[in-house]
């Protein structure tokens, strides 16, 4: 079964069924736990790599590239977090549900459950105006001077400090929880109320962090964790806007997802940094959500061998989604 995009009704919302026939599907469907299991592990590997290379030589520029490594590693959690929501990092709820919630998504201060929620009507709306994350996308393009701005506020922490106090709100329950940028103010219910809710929102983040800390201490560095939240607050930001821009910026508004979303390439830096785990594959994770990271390439190779990838959802790289995203007229 193929289908080519030049054949297609321009109208037409096209499914993966128009593509791949149902046992295709299936069999790019099965989820592993010992893929997520060796994702977490991989990633959690790494970033305790990073502090003992930190350790050993406490020298101001290993302190900017660990802030780098672990930037990209915080993202690689965040998108690990994006997998369990989904029920694809492990096959089993319950690791989905409840590991990967302790382990991925709350040391960045999110947690899965309300993630899902939220990210379920980004799928459900996508590119239209009922779509949570369309704040994401809807802005660009813009000039070069808007996206330096933008960058900067990123790279300095400024962007990172806002983040995290509109964080404290949304876990508080004084603004709706959104991860697109546009929360709305929730009616106050007393000072009480908020705490509570900022208790049972917020401790997972402040248990987890405080476990890392923990660690960090008993290996007698603690201050290493000052890399870490400068990396929460910098590199993860910039590097959390840089793929959002690349997934849905300047593409068709249209529910059909093949016009709407962007597949990008990665190089290995751009794996290690903006795109880990092939969510650089967004396009296939749009098309068919049900499909686990590591079989996200396949996808995209199947729909490349029936030319159903329309050369418009695609990039090169990442230079070249920010050019076309910084190329509004000043």
């Known amino acids: 079964m193929s289908m080519s995009i030049e054949a297609a009704d321009e109208g037409r919302v096209r499914r993966a069924s128009d593509v791949l026939s149902r046992d295709e599907i299936r069999a790019l469907m099965r989820a592993s736990d010992w893929a997520g299991a060796r994702a977490v ?22 302190f900017i590239a660990a802030v780098v490594v672990l930037g990209g590693r915080q993202l690689a959690l965040a998108v690990m977090m994006h997998e369990a929501a989904h029920g694809t990092l492990f096959r089993t709820r319950f690791l989905n549900d409840v590991v990967a919630d302790l382990v991925c998504a709350r040391p960045v201060g999110a947690d899965v459950a309300r993630y899902r929620k939220h990210h379920l009507g980004h799928h459900a709306h996508t590119g239209t105006e009922r779509d949570p994350d369309l704040g994401l996308a809807s802005a660009f393009p813009v ?13 300095s922490g400024i962007s990172g400090l806002r983040r995290l106090f509109g964080l404290v709100l949304m876990d508080a329950e004084l603004l709706s929880y959104n991860v697109g940028g546009d929360a709305r103010l929730l009616p106050r219910r007393g000072a009480l109320t908020h705490l509570r809710a900022l208790v049972r929102h917020g401790s997972g983040a402040l248990v987890t962090n405080g476990l890392l800390l923990g660690a960090l201490a008993l290996t007698g560095h603690a201050w290493i964790y000052a890399a870490w939240a400068v990396a929460n607050l910098t590199t993860y930001g910039l590097f959390l806007r840089i793929r959002s821009i690349a ?3 300047c593409m068709e508004r249209s529910a059909d997802p093949l ?10 830096l751009a794996r290690m940094t903006v795109a880990p785990l092939n969510v650089s594959h967004h396009l296939e994770h749009h098309l068919l959500p049900t499909v686990p990271y590591f079989r996200l390439p396949a996808l995209g190779a199947a729909l490349i061998e029936r030319g159903a990838m329309p050369e418009s959802s695609t990039a090169r790289g990442y230079v070249v989604v920010l050019r076309g995203a910084a190329s509004r007229p000043s």
């Not at 970033?47 to 003992?52: L, P």
């Not at 000039?143 to 790279?155: F, Y």
């Open 41 to 62: 592990i991989g990633t959690w590997l790494m970033i305790a790599a990073t502090f003992a290379v930190l350790a050993r030589w406490p020298h101001p520029v290993v």
């Open 143 to 155: 000039t070069r001077a808007s996206m330096a701005r933008k960058l900067a506020r990123d790279i």
């Open 247 to 249: 997934e849905h910026a």
């Open 259 to 268: 016009r709407n979303t962007r597949t990008t390439r990665a190089n290995l």
